[in-house]
């Protein structure tokens, strides 16, 4: 069964790290573009962070303080989250995509192949 799982969503103070993953079941994740989008309380879902073999991609409100990236054996992309503030506290979740295009076009354009989500809660 192909899927995608996330983890490593929690309960995190401001200006705390948390790195979330995104593991690919039936399948390596070298061949496609990936991207980590969130969906906070009452709003709708926003890109945050997409990788493709053209490079990466951060939405201005992320950028300096998270990082994309890919493990060596191409079934795991990461989103390392520092600097976290309440504004991030969302439901994210990870996405694949064919690889085409750049990595803003993978955050903005719409996708079928989804994770269940993990949710990430900033507050003191």
């Known amino acids: 069964q192909l899927q995608l799982v996330e983890s490593g969503g929690g309960l995190v103070k401001p200006g705390g790290s948390l790195r979330l993953s995104c593991k690919a079941s039936?399948?390596?994740?070298?061949?496609?573009?990936i991207g980590w989008f969130r969906q906070a309380p009452g709003k709708g879902r926003e890109g945050v962070s997409c990788?493709?073999?053209?490079?990466?991609y951060y939405t201005n409100s992320v950028l300096g303080r998270f990082t994309i990236s890919r493990d060596n054996a191409g079934d795991t992309v990461y989103l390392q989250m520092n600097s976290l503030k309440p504004e991030d506290t969302a439901v994210y979740y990870c996405?694949?995509?064919?690889?085409?295009?750049?990595?803003?076009?993978?955050?903005?354009?719409?996708?079928?192949?989804w994770g269940q989500g993990t949710q990430v809660t900033v507050s003191s």
């Open positions: 996405a694949r995509d064919v690889d085409l295009g750049t990595p803003e076009a993978m955050c903005t354009r719409e996708h079928s192949d």
């Open positions: 990788i493709t073999s053209l490079g990466t």
């Open positions: 039936g399948f390596t994740l070298d061949y496609y573009a």
